[in-house]
T-cell receptor
Framework: QKEVEQDPGPLSVPEGAIVSLNCTYS??????FMWYRQYSRKGPELLMY????GNKEDGRFTAQVDKSSKYISLFIRDSQPSDSATYLC??????????FGIGTKLQVIP | DADVTQTPRNRITKTGKRIMLECSQT?????MYWYRQDPGLGLRLIYY???????NKGEISDGYSVSRQAQAKFSLSLESAIPNQTALYFC?????????????FGPGTRLTVL
């Protein structure tokens, strides 16, 4: 079983839709949760960083962590064509070893 | 200005050639990493360095070597390139300290081995 599972998509949605991206993980020791956004031919850039269970909101983006289910989500409200990218979840136990999901490719159709 | 830079951005080479990919950072971070990214496999850690004198193998270090020339510079070498090393390579940095897992990535080097 992989440490982090993420559906690679692709996921296509119309502009303005709410997008839900998800990852599951296997190690209950993980306690730091991140979402990165990667545009085509670019490096990943940090989008959201959360610690422990609960929600964190930043503009149109909400990161949600459910440690009891080992499940993390990223919600994008009012999605825009500029949100078209690959979204990678990343999980860590706090000692600099970060495990990345394979990424979900999102396309927002105008 | 980019905080993490990688050179070259694109490289095509032949099997058996020695290749060096370079990474420089102006973020002042102690920790640097090399990853490769392949479709369907995601990001995989090749080597990481917590300071100039501390270099560690990642999950896929075979066929690669690294050099940490300074706090700001970390190079990845392929001593004898082979076609399955064709991939997108990323350098990343992070600060030291507990809980500071956020990594900052360079723009990547697209390497093709023929």
């Amino acid at each position: 079983q992989k440490e982090v599972e993420q559906d690679p998509g692709p996921l296509s949605v119309p502009e303005g839709a709410i997008v839900s991206l998800n990852c599951t993980y296997s190690n209950s020791a993980f306690q730091y949760f991140m979402w990165y956004r990667q545009y085509s031919r670019k490096g990943p850039e940090l989008l959201m960083y959360t610690y422990s269970s609960g929600n964190k909101e930043d503009g149109r983006f909400t990161a949600q962590v459910d440690k009891s289910s080992k499940y993390i989500s990223l919600f994008i409200r009012d999605s825009q064509p500029s949100d078209s990218a690959t979204y990678l979840c990343a999980i860590s136990g706090g000692y600099q070893k970060v495990t990345f999901g394979i990424g979900t490719k999102l396309q927002v159709i105008p | 200005d980019a905080d993490v830079t990688q050179t070259p951005r694109n490289r095509i080479t032949k099997t058996g050639k020695r290749i060096m990919l370079e990474c420089s950072q102006t973020k002042g971070h102690d920790r640097m990493y090399w990853y490769r990214q392949d479709p369907g496999l995601g990001l995989r850690l090749i080597y990481y360095s917590f300071d100039v004198k501390d270099i560690n193998k990642g999950e896929i270090s075979d066929g690669y070597s690294v050099s940490r020339q300074a706090q700001a510079k970390f190079s990845l070498s392929l001593e004898s390139a082979i076609p399955n090393q064709t991939a997108l390579y990323f350098c990343a940095t992070s600060v030291a300290g507990p809980g500071t897992d956020t990594q900052y990535f360079g723009p990547g080097t697209r390497l093709t081995v023929l």
